[in-house]
C-alpha cells in the first residue's frame, strides 16, 4: 500500500471517528434524562471516590503527604504535584511511567548534544520538566492545547525552580520549521495527530532532528506504517513496544498486591507503541 493511501486511510478512520463523537453526542443529550443515567453517574462517583482513597492510602504508605518526589526511573527525584493531566499519577510518582521507553530517555539524558527540546502535548510536565531538570543547558519547550494541563506545568517547573523552560499552546508546521535542527529532539504525544503534525513535506527541518513520538494505531490504525515510510530514507528508526505489567523492580514492599497492581496500572490501550527516529545525517 503506497503512502498516499495509508495516510487517505487513516484520515478517514479520523473522519469517521468524527462523526461518531457527533453521533455520540445525539445520543448523550436524550441518555442524561434517564434514570439509568442517573443511577450510571451515581456509581461512578461511588467508584471516583474510592479510587480516590485508595490512591492517598498508596501515597501515605509511600511516605508522602503534600510534597512528593519521583522514586525511581529517568527522572528520580524530581519534585512532582498531586494532579496528573490525561493520565495516571501514581506510575509517574513511583517512576514506572512508560517504562518501555526508559533506555531511550536516560540516553537522551545522557548526551550533551541537544540544545533544544521541544515537548508536544506535554500534559502536566512529566516529561518537560524531567528534561528541564536534568539538561539544564538545554531550552525546553513545552506545549499543550490544554490551558489546565499547561499550568500545572507551569506549577511544576516553578516546584522544581527551573529557569530554561517555556510554555505555549500550540505548534504548527511553520512553528517546526523555525525551531528545529540538527540539535533538536522533538517529544511529540498528540493523540493521533502525530500523523498530521509530523509530515516533512510541510516541514522539513523534520528531517534534520530526532523525534521521538508515542503511535496511537489504538486511535488511528495506520499511524505507525505511515510515520515509518515518511522517515525511513532520512533517519534510523527503534520501535517500542507496550507491554502488559511492568517488569523492573520499583520499592513497593510496604503495598499490598491489590495496591500495586493499581500503583502501577496507566490504564493504557492495548497496542501501544514508540518511535525513537534520528537522522542518519546525525550519525
Not at 231 to 240: D, R, T
Request: aromatic share 10%; glycine share 6%; proline share 3%.
Amino acid at each position: 500500500m503506497s503512502l498516499n493511501n495509508i495516510s487517505f486511510t487513516v484520515k478517514s478512520h479520523m473522519l469517521a471517528n468524527s462523526l461518531k463523537k457527533s453521533l455520540y453526542g445525539l445520543y448523550r443529550s436524550f441518555y442524561r434524562k434517564t434514570n439509568s443515567y442517573k443511577k450510571s453517574q451515581e456509581l461512578s462517583q461511588a467508584l471516583k471516590k474510592e479510587e480516590e482513597n485508595l490512591q492517598h492510602q498508596i501515597l501515605n504508605k509511600l511516605g508522602f503527604n503534600d510534597q512528593m518526589v519521583v522514586l525511581q526511573g529517568p527522572f528520580k527525584g524530581m519534585k512532582y504535584g498531586g494532579m496528573a493531566s490525561g493520565s495516571m499519577l501514581l506510575p509517574k510518582i513511583i517512576g514506572a511511567y512508560e517504562e518501555p521507553i526508559h533506555d531511550w530517555v536516560s540516553q537522551i539524558l545522557a548526551s550533551n548534544k541537544y540544545k533544544r527540546i521541544i515537548d508536544v502535548g506535554c500534559a502536566e510536565g512529566f516529561y518537560a520538566i524531567g528534561f528541564a531538570r536534568s539538561i539544564p543547558t538545554a531550552q525546553i519547550i513545552a506545549c499543550d492545547i490544554n490551558e489546565n494541563a499547561l499550568a500545572l506545568a507551569k506549577e511544576l517547573s516553578v516546584r522544581n525552580g527551573l529557569k530554561n523552560i517555556d510554555f505555549i499552546k500550540e505548534v504548527d508546521h511553520k512553528f517546526l520549521d523555525q525551531h528545529c535542527d540538527e540539535s533538536t529532539l522533538l517529544f511529540c504525544d498528540i493523540e493521533g495527530h502525530e500523523l498530521t503534525l509530523l509530515d516533512p513535506l510541510k516541514s522539513k527541518n523534520l528531517l534534520k532532528c530526532e523525534i521521538l513520538v508515542e503511535v496511537h494505531d489504538c486511535f488511528f490504525p495506520g499511524i505507525q506504517k505511515a510515520l515509518v515510510e515518511r522517515f525511513q530514507a532520512s533517519h534510523a528508526i527503534q520501535i517500542a513496544l507496550d507491554y502488559s505489567g511492568r517488569v523492573l523492580s520499583y520499592p513497593l514492599h510496604m503495598l499490598s498486591e491489590k495496591e500495586k497492581r493499581y500503583a502501577l496500572d496507566e490504564r493504557r490501550p492495548k497496542g501501544m507503541s514508540w518511535l525513537y527516529m534520528k537522522p542518519f545525517s546525525n550519525s
